[in-house]
């Protein structure tokens, strides 16, 4: 009885644990903004955050970049500190945890028809309109 006992205590400790995959430089989990907070927050000075967020879309090209959902329709493009790492391309729906340097700006048009053609997408003007953030690393929620 006393191992069953044991082996529930286990079980129930361990389930609530978060697993998350990691790319890039070390990052904790804790204090984390949603993105509707991150929004908020982030003008077009760049500054640090830690983020929560969903993938919305990741380029199926390398997995270089991805753009984060959120209520408020705004472009939260995602790329990597010093093109030096990147994440699979098949993890679209899922919860990540995003650390690094992040700003609004206006994309130059080169670059916004660029991303558009990596995710597959028909460019438009209002794809200019970001918000980038450079992480150095990325937590990707297993599961």
């Known amino acids: ?4 006992l044991l082996v529930f205590v286990l079980f129930a400790c361990t389930s609530q644990t978060e697993k998350f995959s ?6 904790s989990s804790e204090d984390a903004l949603t993105t509707e907070d991150f929004l908020g927050k982030v003008s077009d000075e760049e500054q640090t955050f830690k983020v929560r967020g969903v993938i919305e879309e ?4 390398k997995g270089c970049w991805m753009v984060l959902q959120n209520d408020q329709g705004a472009n939260i ?3 990597f500190k010093d093109y030096g790492f990147f994440v699979p391309k ?5 919860e990540v945890i995003v650390e690094g340097v992040a700003n609004k700006e206006i994309l130059a048009e ?3 028809k660029h991303y558009a053609e990596d995710g597959g997408k028909e460019y438009d003007e209002s794809m200019r309109d970001a918000v980038t953030f450079v992480a150095k690393g990325v937590l990707v929620k297993e599961g």
Do not use: N, P
């Open 58 to 61: 990741v380029c199926q090209m």
């Open 77 to 79: 493009r995602v790329t």
């Open 1 to 4: 009885m006393k191992y069953l």
């Open 22 to 27: 990691k790319h890039g430089e070390e990052i």
């Open 90 to 94: 098949d993890i679209s729906g899922r």
């Open 110 to 112: 080169d670059v916004a």
